[in-house]
């Protein structure tokens, strides 16, 4: 005999523990829907920023900000836009997941943070696709770029040849240079002497740095002193001066490439970061959402 207490209220459902154990833990449906919310919201707050990022800078001189501001006004968008899309994302993964009867709670608060952080992974994972296929044809574009400007430098070397031939680098040009060095004061009049200079730089580079051996700083003296007319001693100063500027400017560069350097991976060290809090803000959110919509 079944009593009263045993028999099923009229009108709610009742779920065995094969039906429970049969069905799934996710919520495919609204993973997707707040992957794809969050892919969405991500799309219209980066149109917004580069609008605003537009307005802020100016090809006037003084005009807009700087580059410095820009770069972390940028940053700080970037991360804007990635919590606010994924805690959107998260909150409508659980707040349209199914409601789960006859769950302890914690299973359910599992549950619902696991659905934030799938949502959140999706709209990852779709967004760095859609990065993926713009960088595919933007490469794309540059090799048929690329392709046509090959094609009209072949034909400008078909046309001249003899130039091309002339201005090809010769491995062995130092070397032939101080065959034919003279001992006497070199020839100023040659129309050579820039290419001969140019080639004596470039096989004295050692380490990154310009260091003239002892013959070629002399023969390089001779050289401006017949050329510009000027004595020996001026010409060995200005050759030190040469020497000095070109190895100032090659650590210029070097410095401004470590300096990129350090900026590039203090960008991604933050972006990963900021990407990390992301995943963390859609589970929030979506434990939230799992208990408003079980709440109510």
Same mark, same amino acid.
């Given at each position: 005999? $079944?009593?009263?207490?045993?028999?099923?209220?009229?009108?709610?459902?009742v779920?065995?523990d094969?039906?429970?154990?049969a069905?799934?833990?996710?919520?495919? +449906?609204?993973?997707?829907?707040?992957?794809?919310?969050?892919?969405?919201?991500?799309?219209i707050?980066?149109?917004?920023?580069?609008?605003?990022?537009?307005?802020?800078i100016?090809p006037w001189?003084?005009?807009?900000?700087? !580059?410095?501001t820009?770069?972390?006004?940028? $940053?700080?968008?970037?991360?804007?836009v990635?919590?606010?899309?994924?805690?959107?994302?998260?909150?409508?993964?659980? %707040?349209?997941?199914?409601?789960?009867?006859?769950l302890?709670?914690?299973?359910?608060?599992?549950r619902?943070t696991a659905?934030?952080?799938l949502?959140?992974?999706?709209?990852?994972?779709?967004?760095?696709?859609?990065?993926?296929?713009?960088?595919?044809?933007?490469?794309?574009? &540059?090799?048929?770029? !690329?392709?046509?400007?090959?094609?009209?430098?072949?034909?400008?070397?078909?046309q001249?040849?003899?130039?091309?031939? &002339? =201005?090809t680098?010769?491995p062995?040009?130092?070397?032939?240079?101080?065959l034919?060095r003279?001992? =006497?004061?070199?020839?100023g +009049?040659?129309?050579?002497? %820039?290419?001969?200079?140019?080639?004596i730089? +470039?096989?004295?580079?050692?380490?990154?740095?310009?260091?003239? !051996?002892?013959?070629?700083?002399?023969?390089?003296?001779?050289?401006?002193?017949? %050329? +510009?007319?000027?004595?020996?001693p001026?010409?060995?100063?200005?050759?030190?001066?040469? $020497?000095?500027q070109?190895?100032?400017?090659?650590?210029k $560069?070097?410095?401004?490439?470590?300096?990129?350097?350090?900026? &590039?991976?203090?960008?991604?060290? #933050?972006?990963?970061?900021? #990407?990390?809090?992301g995943?963390?803000?859609?589970?929030?959110?979506?434990a939230y959402?799992?208990?408003?919509?079980?709440?109510?």
């Open positions: 005999m $079944v009593s009263a207490f045993d028999r099923p209220a009229v009108g709610v459902a779920v065995t094969d039906e429970d154990a069905n799934s833990a996710v919520s495919w +449906a609204a993973v997707f829907a707040g992957g794809v919310a969050a892919t969405a919201a991500t799309l707050l980066l149109l917004l920023g580069s609008g605003i990022g537009l307005s802020m100016s001189y003084g005009a807009g900000v700087t !580059a410095t820009l770069g972390v006004s940028a $940053v700080i968008w970037l991360v804007v990635q919590w606010l899309s994924s805690a959107l994302g998260g909150f409508l993964a659980g %707040r349209l997941r199914t409601k789960w009867t006859g302890h709670t914690h299973e359910v608060g599992f619902d659905h934030g952080l949502a959140w992974s999706l709209a990852t994972v779709a967004g760095a696709v859609l990065l993926g296929s713009i960088t595919v044809s933007g490469v794309g574009a &540059a090799a048929k770029g !690329a392709t046509d400007i090959a094609a009209g430098a072949a034909t400008g070397a078909a001249a040849g003899t130039q091309s031939a &002339a =201005a680098p010769d062995f040009g130092y070397v032939v240079d101080t034919f003279s001992a =006497a004061a070199p020839d +009049a040659r129309a050579d002497y %820039r290419t001969e200079t140019v080639r730089l +470039a096989h004295s580079i050692q380490d990154g740095k310009v260091v003239l !051996a002892p013959d070629d700083r002399t023969y390089l003296a001779q050289l401006v002193a017949t %050329r +510009a007319g000027i004595s020996q001026d010409a060995e100063k200005r050759v030190d001066t040469l $020497v000095a070109a190895n100032e400017a090659q650590a $560069v070097r410095a401004a490439a470590d300096e990129a350097r350090k900026r &590039a991976a203090q960008l991604s060290i #933050m972006l990963a970061l900021s #990407m990390a809090i995943a963390f803000v859609a589970s929030a959110a979506a959402g799992g208990s408003i919509r079980d709440e109510y």
